[in-house]
């Protein structure tokens, strides 16, 4: 009885409602709404004497169903997920009970697509067969396509492109033979979103087609416009702009025909990139134009907000200053105007660094600050720090010591006010890279072992690497050698937890290099030999090379000329293998001295030569010049005077 069923649920709010469970009232609330409706009863109804009071049980079970189907969705809205399936599934046991089959159809569908939407994909499939099998018992054409393109999606979602295919063909088969013009297009423009998204890019262009000729040939206008937006976009993401123009043109025409002027703005803005694109500015500022005047006719101050930034950006790529300044000014103001703080914040910005760009300090600070005032409003603490950071930079750009300190602290203040320690991190840095560039390395290092503290509270071990490798080699510079090692051993242990190994074989080359000015030469090739280890485990050539040039430099340091030789021998091979020539160059060079010196003129001779070819490659004339002098006296000492003489000519030339 539908009264019985009213004065519960009545009762049940209730009781949710002492419990303070919204969930709970909510979906009570749905119940006691359709039943009020059913029995005509509550303040929008219509008089109780024109509805029967008692009903039907097949009224009552369609109003369950109903229900329970809004309940579902509420759930799910909320990401309760099991308890919006269990809402499912009693909606279907009612529908069941019903025998309605078309009902019970429809709600296999919303259950198959609640599996697919929660990646429960075998669930998914096999509950979307039981509804196509009801949609052809019903010979429900249409509704089985739907949910062939549905079964073809969940394959898709799984990778499986061929079974999405063959879900997709039988669709297309079954559209075609029942005439669904509707459909078929649909099935074309699916197929075509799955070429792209496989990079199929020649048999997207074929299905995009069909799809777009089968909505012109059904008067589906907003279909084929919509169609044709979307084979433009694929063809723009590939940088194919001219045919991405030519596409987007075709779906202006169509919206301006619809008199869709939403659709005709976005058209215009796309096509106005694809001129940024082609480097053609007139053609994109007067699209943009185009756009904005649509934006302005229609009062849609955001659209319009998002056009005028657009042109300042261009403005300011020419390098034209005044267009750009009054572009984004009027776009800051129509944001504003349209409550678009958000999109307020990121014009003012922009506004703030073509200030800056054009040296205009005093005026890149205010507009930063009202963007930061503006983030700061909407919460988003990490970007109005970003800004006020900003401030302070532009304070040191005008040697403004004092101010830019001010202006750090006042972003510290900020981020400690909100408890971030990754924003206090990076107010932290800034004001040790002050320090730093003001020569002050005492300060510096003190600011930046905070900032390694803030980073490390906040789990940013990484970034506490990184300061740590910055503090260390200032320690270095200032011949702090022991304090140094400290560091990079601190930031190494952290870059090996990590596995970041590129980043830990630094740490301990910065370390092996304290070591060696500590006069520690034995503590400094175990240091190098274990970063050896670490970069062949990497396979960094490069890093490779690098560390023999180290040690073919620590070894003729000690006089120990054989090693020596034998390590940039070594430098040399992997640089050439990783490609770096100027550092092939370079070892050379070395190699050919350290020869030289042993008195293996032949043999570094050969090494000289190799550099001079590594430097041509690397454009380097002068270096190279340096080298052919080398091996004129080379072969000086070979006693090979021709061809001394004709190198050093070559030299002179």
């Known amino acids: 009885n539908l009264d019985e069923a009213l004065t519960k649920f009545e009762a049940a709010e209730l009781l949710y409602e002492r419990q303070s469970d919204m969930q709970g009232q909510s979906m009570t609330r749905l119940y006691i709404k359709r039943l009020q409706e059913e029995l005509g009863v509550g303040a929008n109804a219509a008089p109780a004497a024109q509805k029967p009071v008692d009903g039907d049980a097949a009224s009552q079970m369609r109003l369950e169903i109903t229900t329970l189907l809004d309940t579902a969705d509420a759930y799910r809205k909320n990401g309760r997920d099991r308890l919006a399936l269990d809402a499912y599934e009693r909606a279907l046991t009612v529908a069941q009970n019903m025998e309605d089959e078309s009902r019970i159809a429809d709600i296999l569908d919303l259950i198959a697509r609640f ?68 459909s078929v297009m649909r099935v074309h423009e699916t197929m075509a979103s799955l070429h792209r998204d496989l990079a199929e890019y020649d048999k997207a262009v074929e299905s995009y087609g069909l799809a777009i000729e089968t909505a012109m040939a059904a008067d589906e206008q907003k279909f084929a416009a919509d169609t044709l937006s979307s084979l433009g976009r694929m063809y723009r993401d590939n940088k194919e702009y001219e045919e991405s123009q030519q596409i987007y043109q075709q779906a202006f025409d169509l919206w301006l025909a619809m008199d869709d002027t939403n659709q005709q703005m976005r058209t215009l803005s796309a096509i106005a990139s694809n001129f940024v694109a082609l480097e053609d500015p007139e053609q994109a500022l007067a699209a943009y134009d185009q756009a904005l005047l649509i934006a302005q006719k229609q009062g849609d101050d ?53 200030y800056k760009d054009n040296e205009q300090y005093a005026d890149s600070s205010s507009a930063y600050q009202q963007a930061a005032a503006l983030w700061q409003e909407q919460e988003q603490t990490d970007k109005a720090l970003r800004l006020l950071i900003a401030i302070g930079v532009n304070y040191e750009a005008q040697e403004d010591i004092p101010g830019a300190l001010a202006a750090y602290e006042r972003a510290r203040t900020a981020a ?25 390395n005492e300060k510096s290092i003190a600011v930046y072992k905070d900032a390694v503290e803030a980073a490390q509270s906040s789990g940013q071990n990484e970034q506490a690497a990184d300061i740590l490798d910055t503090a260390a080699r200032m320690l270095r510079d200032e011949n702090e050698f022991t304090d140094s090692i400290e560091l990079y051993q601190e930031a190494f242990d952290i870059w090996q937890t990590a596995k970041q190994n590129d980043r830990a074989v630094l740490s301990l080359l910065g370390i092996g290099a304290n070591q060696e000015s500590l006069g520690t030469v034995d503590a400094a090739l175990e240091t190098y030999q274990q970063a050896l ?48 020539f100027e550092t092939a160059a370079r070892t050379f060079d070395s190699l050919g001295r350290a020869l030289r010196d042993d008195e293996q ?22 270096r190279a010049l340096r080298t052919l002098i080398a091996v004129g006296a080379s072969y000086e000492s070979l006693g090979q005077t021709e061809e001394a003489i004709a190198t050093y000519r070559q030299a002179m030339e």
């Open 115 to 182: 599996y697919r939407d929660t990646e429960q994909y075998e669930e998914a499939q096999a509950t979307f067969q039981q509804a196509l099998t009801l949609w052809n018992k019903l010979q429900d054409g249409g509704r089985a396509v739907r949910t062939l393109l549905a079964i073809g999606s969940t394959y898709a979602a799984q990778n499986d492109e061929d079974s999405a295919f063959a879900s997709y063909t039988e669709a297309l088969d079954l559209a075609e033979s029942l005439n669904d013009q509707a």
């Open 302 to 354: 955001a659209s319009a907000a998002g056009m005028l930034a657009n042109t300042g950006d261009i403005y300011q790529a020419q390098g034209e200053f005044d267009q750009a300044q009054s572009a984004y000014k009027a776009a800051a103001d129509a944001a504003q105007a349209a409550q678009d703080l958000a999109l307020a914040a990121d014009i003012l910005e922009r506004l703030g660094g073509l």
């Open 416 to 440: 400690e006010e909100s408890g971030d320690q990754a924003q206090i991190t990076k107010v932290l840095e800034a004001v040790a890279r002050l320090y730093r560039n003001q020569g002050d």
């Open 533 to 580: 280890e670490l970069a062949a485990v990497t396979k960094d050539a490069a890093t490779e090379a690098r560390i023999w040039s180290m040690l073919a430099d620590l070894y003729a340091n000690q006089e120990d000329v054989t090693e020596s030789i034998a390590a940039n021998e070594k430098a040399a091979a992997a640089a050439q293998a990783a490609g770096d």
């Open 601 to 622: 003129f032949e043999a570094s001779l050969a090494a000289y030569q190799s550099a001079v070819e590594a430097w041509n490659q690397v454009d380097r004339p002068d």
